[in-house]
């Protein structure tokens, strides 16, 4: 086995451990994480059942979470649990890119950082997951990297979290969007912590919240700005900045 044999290796052992799943067949997760520049036998057909799976779950996470949410409502949620950016954004958080299988013309462009890319290794993934185990195996992979994404949703704000809230409160102000800082990891690769921090540049606020994830605790400082500036820095309903 030559050195970059053994890094996919170690990438794949990495994001079974962040999943929560060793595969009994790893061929299969090594087909879901082979693009179709790399080899005939790649995740595309993956894709297709992953999909499936993955929209199932989240549509009954959902559905148990927010009993008095309507249909459509729930609906606008879940498109925003599913859509291509959180998919590319979990693929971020498990390290998904080091472990892809890339055709040399995919990886010159900065294929196994494309977000449909990486979006798409994770809908095969599921679907590897069931074909390894079971359904209700893969299920529980997607709830356990969901629960806290729904834990999050405020359904007062149409679904949106915290950093898209922050986003656009600065935005209707004129001001500088915020940064984001990793201050510490904590723990294990199965058990980690991310304390964030969240600068508001020059209005001369930080804060800083802990998260199993980056993307937690990330959401987490997000929501104690928001809540720092409408107290400090309120809007009126006519959308202009009150004078405190």
């Known amino acids: 086995m030559n050195e970059q044999d053994q890094q996919h290796l170690q990438a794949r052992r990495h994001i079974e451990t962040k999943l929560g799943y060793t595969f009994t067949k790893p061929a299969l997760l090594e087909q879901a994480l082979t693009h179709r520049s790399f080899s005939a036998r790649h995740n595309e057909r993956f894709e297709f059942i992953g999909d499936s799976i993955l929209n199932y779950t989240v549509a009954k996470m959902l559905f148990m979470a927010f009993p008095r949410l309507s249909e459509g409502e729930l609906s606008r949620l879940r498109a925003n649990l599913v859509n291509q950016e959180t998919l590319a954004e979990i693929a971020l958080e498990l390290n998904v890119g080091d472990a892809l299988l890339l055709g040399s013309g995919e990886l010159k462009s900065g294929g196994f950082r494309r977000p449909s890319t990486l979006a798409d290794a994770m809908e095969a993934m599921f679907a590897a997951i069931s074909f390894d185990a079971d359904f209700n195996t893969a299920e529980t992979v997607i709830q356990r990297l969901y629960k ?26 004129h001001w500088p969007l915020p940064k984001y800082r990793i201050m510490a990891q904590i723990g294990d690769v199965h058990d980690q912590r991310f304390v964030v921090q969240c600068d508001l540049g020059e209005l001369g606020f930080q804060t800083e919240a802990e998260g199993h994830s980056r993307r937690e605790a990330e959401q987490q400082t997000a929501k104690a700005a928001i809540a720092w500036l409408d107290q400090h820095h309120p809007v009126s309903k006519s959308g202009k900045k009150k004078s405190c």
């Open 148 to 173: 806290s994404r729904i834990r999050l949703i405020d359904p007062k704000n149409s679904g949106k979290d915290a950093k898209t809230r922050l986003q656009e409160a600065l935005q209707a102000r």
